[in-house]
């Protein structure tokens, strides 16, 4: 009758071995990581990294509220969702030029089955061109044209409007490409021009589709040209960048606040008009 | 009796003018009016100096960066601490993404409505701290962490952190709350409590979006975490602002192609692994 005696069924696991393997291999990644990323919690709390963090959070209460700041903080709020919306502007110039040049739904070789050598390498380099222009973020753009031409808005609508005219180009030709083909390739084979094929063929069914897109982008656009600002390109940022370096706790709380509300404006308009015009 | 044929219903419709282009209940008309005037009024009011831009001194300029950037540097010292900076940028990533889950799942349960019948106080403030998280940029959050947690990567490290844990949480907690509820009723109808409910019925689900919406972080992380440092919070980014200050474009140059590779490393790794999970 005796059994053998189990251990309490809490501490019967059959997969205890996988499992301590798999936490001692995961800790083994882990420490190289931890001392790559200089990650000493402690100094948070070391006495005089404290009080200075704390003499500057102190400050963050109450935010600074007098009628001239609170001005201020509007104007350079109005010209952070400025410097996106003149951003995205020009990256729309740029964006839909290249997006027709790259749209292989515009094809009229690939009417015939394959596209042709030469306008296939065309598409190609445009479509080279968009990533080439996407994948340096625009901080860095922000950070070159400062460069150029002085500190500013200039170098924040310069740097949006060209990383995001890559953002835009892509996803535009995505769109385009991944919707109905078959008005656009019926007006393209009983002779309309690439232009009137976009118009009446491509345009209508992919309408709602690219403003929502576009919409979403200014919503983001708005967010990073707050945080270009702090590369010295104008807007929201520049101002909050400027209080930090003062240790200016008050006011940078209440520019934070402007920015949250901000960020949650754009993102009520923009879910608004997309309703509105989806 | 006879049925008279009216002539309007004939072979051809009658003559109708197309409707005018702009009228007053038009939505659309109006809105793409608002949006004329929104970026009209953001050209006027912005200082932009495009006679500065398009001068033929600082086209001069633009042409000699471009010529110096074509030309990177590549001495084996740089290199090496290039390679370090890369290194650096990739574990502030995952360590900041690893932070950003495991705050993000503590934070997602208190978050979320375990079933129909939990009160979930604690449901609105939570969600309202993880968006406040979430709407503070890496940027603006690492700018103020190196106030704290010094210069370096850890400040960069934090910030991922605190922003990712933000929308970690939410999609978290949203996961949670779209959990199938079957086997968490099962158990709790056994008196199971709440604590192993969540552990052995909710979590196990939910595990593998969990999983991908992380990695999915991650990819952004890194994306983010090369830039951080221009505030001084580590990697690569703190590298591009000290070399780019000093106007030294070869390393400048080198330190943005090291970018450019990290980000194509990263999007080709992803769509690997997108493809293995999803056979």
């Known amino acids: ?278 | 009796m006879s049925v008279v044929a009216r002539p309007a219903e004939a072979a051809n419709l009658p003559y109708k003018a197309p409707p005018p282009i702009f009228h007053a209940r038009c939505l659309a008309c109006w809105v793409l009016v608002g949006v004329a005037a929104l970026v009209a009024a953001s050209f006027a009011t912005l200082d932009l100096r495009w006679s500065q831009f398009f001068s033929v001194e600082s086209m001069q300029r633009m042409g000699r960066f471009a010529g110096e950037l074509l030309s990177p540097a590549t001495e084996a010292k740089f290199l090496a601490r290039l390679a370090a900076a890369s290194l650096e940028t990739l574990a502030m990533s995952a360590v900041g993404t690893l932070l950003a889950a495991a705050f993000g799942l503590l934070l997602a349960v208190p978050a979320s409505r375990g079933h129909a019948g939990d009160r979930a106080l604690a449901r609105a403030p939570t969600r309202l701290l993880l968006n406040a998280l979430r709407s503070i940029p890496e940027l603006v959050s690492a700018a103020l962490l190196v106030v704290s947690a010094g210069l370096g990567p850890f400040a960069g490290t934090l910030a991922l952190a605190a922003h990712t844990t933000g929308v970690l949480g939410r999609l978290f907690a949203e996961a949670i709350e779209n959990a199938p509820p079957g086997p968490g009723f099962a158990l709790r109808a056994a008196g199971v409590g709440e604590a192993r409910v969540f552990l052995y019925a909710t979590l196990p689900q939910v595990a593998p979006q969990l999983l991908s919406y992380t990695l999915y972080r991650w990819e952004n992380n890194i994306r983010a975490a090369a830039v951080l440092g221009v505030v001084g919070a580590g990697g690569l980014g703190q590298m591009l602002a000290f070399h780019m200050g000093l106007f030294q474009m070869g390393e400048t140059s080198s330190i943005l192609i090291a970018m450019m590779l990290l980000v194509a490393l990263v999007d080709v790794g992803s769509y690997l692994l997108r493809r293995a999970l999803a056979r």
């Open chain 1, 1 to 278: 009758m005796s059994a053998v005696a189990l251990p309490r069924p809490e501490l019967r696991d059959p997969a205890w071995a996988r499992r301590v393997f798999g936490a001692s291999v995961a800790a083994v990644l882990l420490v190289p990581l931890l001392v790559a990323t200089e990650f000493r919690p402690w100094v948070l709390v070391e006495p005089d990294n404290l009080k200075v963090t704390l003499r500057f959070l102190g400050d963050f209460l109450p935010p600074k509220v007098d009628p001239e700041f609170l001005a201020l903080v509007a104007r350079e709020a109005w010209r952070t969702v400025a410097i996106a919306t003149a951003g995205i502007a020009l990256a729309l110039v740029l964006a839909i030029p290249l997006t027709l040049a790259s749209s292989a739904a515009l094809s009229v070789s690939a009417l015939a089955g394959r596209m042709h050598a030469l306008p296939f390498a065309l598409r190609q380099s445009v479509r080279g061109l968009l990533i080439v222009l996407r994948s340096v973020p625009e901080l860095v753009w922000a950070l070159v044209f400062v460069r150029v031409v002085g500190l500013g808005p200039t170098a924040g609508v310069l740097a949006i409007a060209l990383t995001y005219s890559g953002m835009l180009g892509k996803v535009y030709g995505e769109i385009l490409e991944s919707g109905e083909a078959h008005p656009a390739t019926a007006l393209l084979r009983n002779g309309a021009g690439r232009l009137q094929a976009f118009f009446y063929g491509l345009l209508p069914t992919n309408a709602a589709e690219l403003t929502s897109y576009t919409v979403y982008r200014w919503e983001c656009a708005i967010r990073s040209s707050a945080v270009l600002g702090f590369v010295g390109a104008g807007g929201l940022g520049m101002q909050m960048d400027m209080s930090m370096k003062m240790f200016n706790g008050s006011e940078v709380s209440t520019m934070l606040l402007a920015f949250i509300f901000l960020v949650w404006l754009a993102d009520l308009a923009s879910a608004a008009l997309r309703r509105a015009l989806g």
